[in-house]
């Protein structure tokens, strides 16, 4: 049997591609992966949304990564119900282990989901992608019952990996050590942007116009008094990503209604370097929350990555990353938009663009992993024929 790294993840491998996709497929490099889903509620369908099979659903997704797309029973995340979550969980991950024929030697805990106790001599890591009780309310759960998950497993996991600059201040108060771990970008996924194929959905005068732009959740997370001082500029502003159904029901509108606004809602990543080519600014126009401060976007990085300006609210993980006059820091509407204003009156010329893209080449994924990897002892190397 081969070694298997089983990787919790918090979210699912086909949503907005984010850390845990990231990470995961580049730790299949070293070892072989099995990607968990966080369990599906049966209440949402017993049929798996994108194959439309019933019950416990395990695919290959390339050589060495498996996914599997667990189900839960109803009310999965509830007092007492989470327990019973996690067992099955477990016993899925076991039988999808075997199948894959691998000896369970790692696990990565990202999600809410415990499964730090699949084999007895595994090592394990509780990696905090964000601050999740700081969040709870975006992700619907329980601020004292995540509380009290992270306790437990922080303090049983072998290390504890984090995110941010934040989360290691904020454990290193509560008596726990984490080391950090953050976010990366994928430079190689933009490397011929400027020869991308035109956006079909946004008007085709914008491949010559100078336009601010954003990639991400539109949720509670975003300040849209920040996206509307930009549009108040006049200058193009594309959105690209999903929004949350309750997020500003009535600004929201009113910001789609100006002509120079052009929302095209949630695209494959694959397809985000089209995007990208027409916009000369990218946007992280995070609010003030704890949440937030917790965070390492990955937007900032992945528009460096692509050779564009970057404008981003006061983060401590843009502070860590101290990428001076490559990322311009705003704090006010008013700021954030001069900001933006001024960043699309600088010429992209070929000396910027790559002085951008080599900032962000030290910030590779391929360089977070092996943070992760050394965490979990795996050995820095590449796997034959991947």
């Known amino acids: 049997m081969s070694d298997l790294l089983v990787y919790g993840a918090g979210t699912r491998y086909d949503g907005v591609s984010g850390t845990d996709r990231h990470m ?7 070892t072989d992966v099995l990607y968990v889903d966080p369990p599906r509620p049966v209440r949402s369908g017993l049929r798996d949304p994108e194959t439309g099979q019933a019950g416990h659903v395990l695919r290959s997704v390339h050589a060495g990564l498996w996914r599997l797309s667990p189900v839960a029973p109803p009310a999965a995340y509830r007092r007492g119900v989470e327990r019973v979550t996690a067992t099955l969980a477990r016993r899925a991950v076991r039988a999808a282990a075997r199948r894959v024929g691998g000896a369970v030697t790692a696990v990565v805990v990202a999600g809410t989901t415990d499964l730090l106790d699949l084999a007895p001599r595994a090592r394990t890591v509780r990696y905090l992608t964000d601050d999740l009780v700081a969040g709870a309310s975006l992700i619907r759960m329980s601020a ?3 509380s009290a998950a992270e306790r437990r497993m922080t303090s049983r996991a072998d290390a504890v990996a984090v995110v941010s600059p934040d989360l290691v201040e904020r454990l290193g108060r509560e008596g726990r050590t984490a080391a950090l771990v953050p976010n990366g970008c994928d430079v190689s996924a933009y490397r011929d942007i400027d020869q991308a194929a035109l956006p079909a959905d946004l008007p085709a005068e914008l491949a010559a116009t100078p336009a601010a732009g954003f990639v991400g959740h539109i949720n509670a997370r975003i300040d849209i008094a920040l996206l509307e001082a930009v549009a108040a500029t006049g200058a193009p502003l594309v959105l690209v990503g999903p929004r949350a159904g309750d997020y500003e029901p009535e600004r929201w509108p009113r910001l789609l209604a100006r002509p120079n606004v052009h929302w095209v809602g949630r695209k494959p990543y694959e397809e985000l370097p089209s995007y990208l080519r027409v916009m000369d600014v990218g946007l992280t126009p995070y609010a003030d929350s704890a949440f937030n401060r917790a965070s390492f976007p990955l ?56 002085a951008r893209r080599a900032f962000a080449a030290r910030h590779d994924w391929n360089q977070r992993v092996r943070l992760l990897a050394d965490l979990l002892g795996l050995e820095i190397r590449e796997v034959a024929g991947r």
Request: hydrophobic share 55%; proline share 8%.
């Open 24 to 30: 995961a497929d580049r730790l299949s490099a070293f």
């Open 144 to 146: 004292a019952r995540l």
């Open 299 to 354: 937007k900032t990085l992945e528009y460096l990555a692509a050779g564009r300006a970057a404008v981003s609210t006061d983060l401590p993980a843009t502070a860590w990353l101290s990428a001076g006059p490559l990322i311009a820091v705003a704090r006010t509407p008013a700021d954030f938009a001069a900001a933006v204003t001024a960043g699309l009156g600088t010429p992209r010329t070929p000396a910027l663009a790559e």
